[in-house]
């Protein structure tokens, strides 16, 4: 099982500035198949991004991914009110599927 | 417009099987584009995936609960179901099912059911 660490546990931030998420995988993941989620309180996940960089329908182009192999960042530049809630990393390269602990990312 | 909604009892006695539904509306399970997931999260906790159904019926469990759980598909009212065996209190948790996109490039998880919770308890 590939096991996913996010750092750090906690980002705190103000409105306006950049965030930097980081996801490293246990073991490599060849196709890059790592995805980000965002999760507000009481909702279910909402997707970001996927194939490490590529940005879900209706996601804007403050949120980016990156990396390859084990290492992948999320990178929310401008960060509004509403970015700072909970994000998970998630490998889909390997089964079992697994999540990241999550980052909680607070004013 | 895609939407899932998930169903069953919001309580389960310790050791009694666990049986959900997900609705699913606006796109027919049965096109090999896409497959479907079950997910749980134990409140206040993180993410787990509990297994996935293809649209040729075929299923894939996360190894740590694969001797209890079985998912399917109807077809013919466009649902999903998960049953869950042997229920305990460390099965307490929101159950979500997903949708996966099966393209040139997987996309996991693109839209969600909001949810249903489960508590197991006496």
């Known amino acids: 099982e590939i096991v996913l660490t996010q750092s750090p546990g906690t980002l705190s931030l103000s409105p306006g500035e950049r965030a930097t998420l980081s996801c490293r995988a246990s073991?490599?993941?060849?196709?890059?198949?790592l995805a980000w989620f965002q999760q507000r309180p009481g909702q279910a996940p909402r997707l970001l991004i996927y194939y490490a960089s590529r940005r879900a329908t209706g996601i804007p182009d403050r949120f980016s991914g990156s990396g390859s192999g084990t290492d992948f960042t999320l990178t929310i530049t401008r960060l509004e009110p509403e970015d700072f809630v909970v994000y998970y990393c998630q490998q889909y390269d390997s089964s079992p599927w697994t999540f990241g602990q999550g980052t909680k990312l607070e004013i | 417009q895609v939407q899932l909604q998930e169903s069953g009892p919001g309580l389960v006695r310790p050791s009694e099987t666990l049986s959900l539904r997900c609705s699913v509306s606006g796109v027919s399970i049965s096109l090999s584009s896409y497959y479907w997931v079950w997910i749980r999260q134990p409140p206040g906790k993180g993410l787990e995936w509990i297994g996935s159904i293809y649209y040729s019926g075929r299923t894939s469990y996360n190894p740590s609960l694969e001797s209890r759980v079985t998912i399917s598909m109807d077809t013919s009212n466009n649902q999903l179901s998960l049953n869950l065996a042997s229920m305990t209190a460390a099965d307490t948790a929101v159950y979500h099912c997903?949708?996966?996109?099966?393209?040139?490039?997987?996309?996991?998880?693109?839209?969600w059911g909001r949810g249903t919770l489960v508590t197991v308890s006496s």
């Open positions: 073991q490599s993941l060849p196709s890059n198949y």
């Open positions: 997903a949708r996966v996109v099966d393209g040139y490039i997987l996309i996991p998880f693109d839209h």
